[in-house]
């Protein structure tokens, strides 16, 4: 994964100044901010359903090896 360094960084910021212009930016600057921080929110509701799915099928999954090792100790006797 490529990485960005600071030269690329200030390049594109000021790229960004000349062609918003000096009192759009600021306003550009807080949409994006917004805009990754609504994301970020989802993808961490996201995160939070799969792994709560997860250990709903790992639960079952223990419960039924615990009741599959009753059955057998039943069966055994």
Request: proline share 4%; hydrophobic share 40%.
């Amino acid at each position: 994964m490529p990485q960005i360094g600071w030269l690329e960084i200030l390049a594109i910021v000021i790229i960004a100044i000349l062609v918003l212009g000096p009192k759009e930016f600021p306003i550009a600057l807080k949409k994006i901010g917004s805009y990754f921080g609504k994301l970020k929110n989802t993808l961490s509701n996201f995160q939070r359903e799969v792994n709560s799915v997860t250990d709903n099928i790992d639960l079952e999954k223990n419960i039924n090896k615990k009741d599959n090792k009753k059955k057998n100790n039943t069966d055994n006797e």
